[in-house]
């Protein structure tokens, strides 16, 4: 799978950083002079998929951690029903089987096993993605666009980090292996914004 591949499953499919600007409608939001060079090749190389952004959002200070950011996220994750997947991608399984959520659950009465700070999810066994967001470059992600921009990135898109091998590791979205790519014609003309390569 390599990058243009995606423009088959996303009406929109850009570099991290190009999708910050567009919901931020900011420029260069998330990169600044003297950033590490593993940060600048994250936001660059990370690849996003999702739906046209209809609604900006404002950069704001956080106010609250990347794992609490999280847990929200998946909290809204859990809850959004089937039918209403908000702008994530167009074609293929339904919300509740996003990536970001998986290996979590609505806590019942009674339940072993929930997760520290947070008394409504039950955490049935370790998730990749979550544990991508222990890295420093969240936090300083989190710094740059604020709790709203990067709940929305974990709810609203599908995340794709590069690995070494020349795959992607995961971190959000719909799993990619269970998207049908839409017949000819149904998908909008993509946009490829920013993915190198392209």
Known sequence: MNALSFKDYYPVVSALGVYFDALLDSKDVCVRPGDPAGFKRFVKTTIVGYSPIVKTCAREEPTHSVRDTAIDAI????????????????????????????????????????????????NRH???????????????????VGNTALKRLLTETSIFIPLKNKNYHQVSGVPFVSLKRPPPGQLDVPQIQNIIGS
Do not use: H, M
């Open 126 to 144: 370790i998730n990749s993605s979550t544990v991508e967001l222990n890295k420093k470059r969240w936090k300083t992600l989190l710094d740059r």
């Open 75 to 122: 909290c809204q994750l859990l809850r959004t029903p089937a039918k209403d997947i908000g702008s994530g991608p167009k074609y293929g399984e339904s919300r509740c089987e996003n990536v970001f959520a998986d290996g979590y659950t609505a806590k019942k009465d009674g339940s072993k096993n929930t997760v520290p700070g947070d008394s409504s999810l039950l």
